[in-house]
């Protein structure tokens, strides 16, 4: 998830915006095989909160991308990814 901010600023630069779904498609893949090698609900507590963390947090920017439909909607995303800076 730390590429997001570079991905976006990509983006803006090239007008490519087929880069987002890339990056899309690579962190749902990635969330796959973390979630297949690693156990989230049955690990030790610390374990599993932090795993459950991470797993929220690949969902909510994931979520992001279902706006990808409407250009309004994608302008407003680019930019308040962009406002958010290094938070990604």
Do not use: W
């Amino acid at each position: 998830m730390l590429g997001l901010g570079t991905v976006v600023r990509d983006v803006e630069r090239t007008l490519e915006p087929h880069r987002l779904v890339n990056y899309s498609y690579a962190l749902a893949s990635a969330l796959t095989s973390f979630y297949d090698a690693c156990a989230i609900l049955k690990a030790d507590p610390p374990v599993r909160a932090s795993r459950l963390l991470l797993a929220q947090l690949t969902a909510r920017t994931l979520a992001a991308f279902l706006f990808l439909g409407s250009r309004a909607a994608y302008k407003s995303l680019v930019r308040n990814i962009l406002k958010l800076g290094h938070n990604y």
